[in-house]
Every structure is written in C-alpha cells, then in structure tokens.
C-alpha cells in the first residue's frame, strides 16, 4: 500500500529537513500546495482557469477547490507509491477531504508530528546568525562560531541576524502555529493515528524514526 505522509512541526522544528530527506531515500516526492498554485498559474487547463478566476475575484480558495487540486497533483505517476504533503492538510474539513482521498487512492495515511519544546524553537530562531560571504549558520546557543560575531570560515565577516528573528516575532510565528494546528493534531489523536517524533535530537536520528512508521516497522 502507497502512503501519504502527512508532516506536521511549528517553524524552526526541522520538517523541511526530514521532508527532503524522505524524497532522497524514499523516493517519495514533496507535494507543496505553494507548488501546486505557482504550477497552476502558468498552466492552460481548465482547473487552472478556475482557480485563477477565484483568486482575481479576491475570494478564497475553497476546501473543495483545494482538494480538487491535490487529487489532480497526487494522481500523477511520480506518486504512485505516495507522496509526502507541505501545507496540506490545514483543517479538520480538509484532513477530512484526504482520507476520502485516500480510500480512492488505495493509500495509507501515516500522521507525523516532529515535536519540539517552543521554548527550544525560540532559542533555534533567536540564536541564529549567518555569514554574509558563505552562508554557513551558526547558533549563539548550540553552535557558538570560535570568536563571538564573526565567521570561523571568513574572519573578517561580521555574522548577520535575521530582523524577523526575534523573540517577539517568534512567539507570534508559534502561536499562530498552535492555533492553526492543534485541531488538525487532535483530529489524527483522536484516531490514534497521530505519531510524535522526538525533534530535539540530530538529523538523522529523526529521520531514523520517521522512516520506521513510513515503512511500516513502528
């Protein structure tokens, strides 16, 4: 049975990362709603034509335009053997949508949340800096650089601080985030469906165990 990854974690959790990583291993591809509507305005077909008439009128896509697009996009042949989704679902009426989805697909849906203290995820974001030159990031919390404010790699390279990293910034990004999905995460736990991956430890060690509940060995 072909599975639809379902990868959730608030901003800063590392879900892009592991996401990558299943494509790369796994051979499923990422199927981001983002993609999906750059795709779909550059495209001549009729779905295209739909969804561009809703935005210009200023209206929002609807849950049912939403999913039209996702079935359209899943029943590709690179997804035969399942997919891994980026924004999608985001409501319950939408997660609600997937599974009828699934059920026509023949797929299985696996839930996966990569769980990471907030607290944690505000020292991620706020401790970050990057080297102007060549992009290598450092944490004043985790990953301190040899000499405070400048670049093991590039001495003279005063390290950058994102101006949207901030802690006041950062706990606005969250709570967002727990508003908008903690209705998803109880819909997957009230099924049992929903599966917690520990997102304080290495790469590879997430992925570790994201790969045993995708493969079918947890």
């Not at 030159?133 to 301190?144: A, R, T």
């Amino acid at each position: 049975m072909a599975k639809i990854v379902v990868l959730m974690g608030a901003p800063g959790a590392g879900k892009g990362t592991q996401a990558r990583l299943l494509q790369e291993r796994l051979g499923l591809p990422q199927i981001s709603t983002g993609d999906m509507f750059r795709e779909l305005a550059k495209a001549e077909t009729p779905l295209a034509a739909e969804v561009r008439a809703v935005q210009a009128s200023g209206k929002l896509v609807s849950d049912d335009l939403v999913i039209r697009i996702v079935h359209e996009r899943t029943n590709r042949e690179d997804c035969k053997r399942g997919y891994i989704l980026d924004g999608f679902p985001r409501t319950t009426a939408q997660a609600a949508m997937l599974e009828k989805l699934a059920v026509e697909q023949g797929n299985k849906i696996h839930a996966i949340l990569v769980d990471v203290p907030f607290e944690l995820l505000e020292q991620r974001a706020t401790g970050r800096r990057s080297c102007p030159v060549c992009g290598e990031i450092y944490n004043i919390y985790f990953k301190p650089p040899q000499v405070e404010g400048f670049c093991d790699l590039h001495p003279d390279a005063p390290l950058t601080h994102r101006a949207d990293d901030t802690a006041e910034k950062i706990r606005v990004r969250l709570a967002t985030y727990e508003a908008e999905t903690r209705p998803l995460l109880d819909y997957y736990e009230s099924s049992h469906r929903l599966q917690r991956v520990d997102g304080t430890r290495a790469p590879e060690a997430i992925y570790a165990d994201i790969e045993k509940i995708v493969t079918g060995d947890k």
